[in-house]
């Protein structure tokens, strides 16, 4: 068995040195005086040479005259900073003065020495200078560190698709700084390509567009991505383009691209290899977001195949939690509140009535007036509703709006008589939302209001937001087609009347309104 010694260290490869000089006897002398401090050393009679140098090999510092035949040492060292902006240098001349040095310093030469170059001068010149690289190099490996770290806590801190993605496109803009850069997503269910981003580039596509990917190979989502965005090879090189599959599980999910102008530096190794590490954490981001949205979307559709179950045990309420749920989502949206809330009215207004799957059908269907027995046993599904779900960790947050969504602002509703802004807002919004629903359709029991004239019942403008939406349907032309977004066009009008943010009322007959005709035994 062998031992490996753990003080051994990995031997420290020599930093390689280009002398760049017209003068043999200062070009052997600089050559000769480095390789004996431990320099790996290349020597070059001019500029041109020195360019053919570097592209052989690498070279981490250049030491060149500024007076040379052929090609200066100004003119290499504009080279260096177009092409080689990672090698540093060093420029030495015998006729030095202040506008030389100054427009060697511009050009990014760590110093300058005069001629008749020392040897004390030359060897404490060049452990600066490596001392200075070996730092920086050190800065700008932890600053790759950093943005990683950074760049991987944001791709994966979120499974909002919409939230990644501006996140995906700010960090990558502001780290790689491209001309243009485009973002796409494969949805393998629809075997189509969308088309999430795309930034400094003209293009007639939308964000959302797609494209159909025929088969499921790398190829046919990279063609498919083509197509969202268009090609223009001439445009840039290869050294300027970055185009990348994103992968997960071994299988593509997408397409990432970003272009830099020919203006721009192209990009390096270190470029494209902290690119093929964000790759990765993008394509696991915009993968399990993709997996997490068609994950609630199976979700909303099986709440709501739940909720038109129960309502069509009523011919009459048929589609109705589905009109609620419209109606309350888009109350929601121009009220101001923020999408996960809306998101919760989604759920509350299609699980509202699920309490109703406990209530016995001579009492459901009856075509008249409740007793006072019957009324109080229907007062008890908002109960059965929350009692359904406790346990459903996932909703626990939408249990309150189906039990309070039958509560009054006079505290005279059920089950529990909360009044004023006791109730939550969500529930609020369901309730007025089912209260408009229910007296703008037909019941067994009578025959359905007309929406305009279900706002000009006392109770509405007695109530802070019923004014408003009334006053908002009769000044909006829009809400006098009273279609399936009349209520939604109403709240809207109002809103843009100024009315941003209001209580909104609970329900009983009629969100809590008090309008004599219709608190009643009724089934709402």
Known sequence: ???????????????????????????????????????QVVAAENGR???????????????????????????????????????????FTAHATVETAREALKLGAFDYLTKPVTVDDL?????????????????????EIVALHEMSQTFTSTLDTSTAVREIVRLLWRRFTPHTLSLSLFHP???????????????????????????????????AHLALVGE??????????????????DRPVGILEISRGSEQPGFDSDDRTLLNVCAS??????????????????????????????????PYTAGHSEQVRRYAVRLGQVLGLSPQRVEYIHYGALLHDIGKIGIRDYILLKPG???????????????????ILRKIKALRDVIPIIECHHERMDSRGYPRRLGGLHIREEARIVAISD??????????????????????????????????????????????????????????????????????????????????????????
């Open 1 to 39: 068995m062998s031992v490996t010694n753990p003080t051994t260290q990995a031997p420290v490869t020599p930093s390689r040195l280009l002398v760049v000089e017209d003068d043999t006897n200062v070009r052997d002398f600089c050559v000769r005086l480095l390789r004996m401090n431990g320099y």
């Open 49 to 91: 040479v020195a360019l053919n140098r570097l592209g052989e090999h690498q070279f981490d510092l250049v030491f060149t005259d500024l007076q040379m035949p052929e090609m200066g040492g100004i003119e290499l060292l504009h080279q260096l900073r177009q092409d080689y902006p990672d090698t540093d240098s060093i420029v």
């Open 123 to 143: 060897e404490r010149t060049v452990r600066r200078a490596m001392e200075w690289r070996r730092v920086r190099l050190e800065k700008q490996r932890l600053s």
């Open 189 to 223: 269910d629809d075997q189509q390509l969308e088309l999430l981003a795309q930034r400094g580039a003209a293009t007639d596509q939308g964000f959302g567009t797609r494209a159909p990917v025929t088969g499921y190979d790398e190829n046919a989502i990279l063609r």
């Open 232 to 249: 223009d090879l001439g445009a840039v090189g290869a050294s300027h383009l970055a185009r990348l599959t994103l992968r997960t599980n």
């Open 281 to 314: 954490h993008i394509a696991a981001s915009l993968d399990n977001g993709r997996m997490y949205q068609q994950l609630k979307d199976q979700n909303i559709q099986t709440i709501a195949a739940l909720a038109a179950a129960i309502d069509a045990r009523d």
């Open 369 to 387: 007036p409740l007793t006072e027995e019957e009324y109080a046993i229907m007062q008890t599904h908002p109960t059965i509703g929350a009692d």
């Open 435 to 524: 209260a408009y629903d229910a007296m703008t359709s037909h019941r067994a029991y009578r025959r359905a209001m007309e929406p305009e004239k279900s706002f000009q019942i006392d109770g509405w403008p007695r109530h802070p937001l019923g004014w408003r939406v009334c006053r908002g349907v009769r000044g909006h032309d829009a809400a006098r087609r009273f279609g399936a977004d009349h209520f939604a066009a109403a709240a809207a009008a109002a809103s843009r009347n100024g009315h941003a943010r209001s209580p909104v009322c609970g329900a009983a007959g009629c969100a809590g309104l008090g309008g004599p005709s219709l608190v009643g035994k009724t089934k709402t």
